[in-house]
């Protein structure tokens, strides 16, 4: 993902709650970056209506606490693929965060080298874009390069609840769901990425580790100024 992204907020492209039940609930309540959060989120929308049980669920274990996120295989088969193989390996343990853009991502995955790498020898994937997975907050999402192609660089939407009206009518105006619509407006998050980068996961528990994570002071080039570790990401099973 680029910052370019950001800075086109509003260059749109043209695009055609329900209780975050499972293994865990969510949190809710004021987070670690002062974002109030609602417990649910009334929406049908996939990201929505998940963990269930035989979900696969990635736990991430960090020095700024635990959160977990259910992962769509189906929807976006190369990128979980790459994520599961490469946290099987134990790539992500003792990888620290390297980007924060509080209000917007936490992004990490890269090696100590600053590279990135993947389960088909270094070879990145193309972007997988699906009408069903969408850059909400908390979405966990794969990070393309500048050649268009994913690795093991992640991020995870940080964006407070709500949109912004201008925002909202030019996504009605340019043929949005409606349900996406909706769902952007109760969870907050971040449309002008959909269908550029790739959607695979959503976060149900412990955001207010991300917003924590979020709310981090950073230097110039956006990374912590205090170390963010990733002890350990593991995976879980919905029973």
Known sequence: MSGKWKRAALALVLVLGLSLAGCQKGSSGPAGGGIKRPETIESAELQFTHPVSGDTVAV???????????????????????????????????????????????????????????IWNGNGYPPEYTDKLHHYSGALCAAMTDAGEGGSVFYVVQTAPGMEQELL???????????????????GGAPYLDYTDTVFGQVYEGMEVVDAIGAAAVDENQVPAEAITINSVTLETCP
């Open 60 to 118: 991430f274990d960090t020095s700024a606490g635990v959160f977990r996120a259910v992962l769509f295989p189906e929807e976006a088969p190369q990128a979980c693929a790459n994520f599961v193989g490469l946290v099987q390996a134990g790539y992500y343990n003792g990888l620290t965060v390297t980007r924060v853009e509080s209000g917007f991502v936490v992004e990490a995955g890269q090696d100590a080298a600053g590279g990135s790498t993947t």
């Open 169 to 187: 009518d030019q996504m009605t105006a340019q043929g949005w769901r409606q349900e996406i619509i909706d769902a952007y407006t109760a969870a």
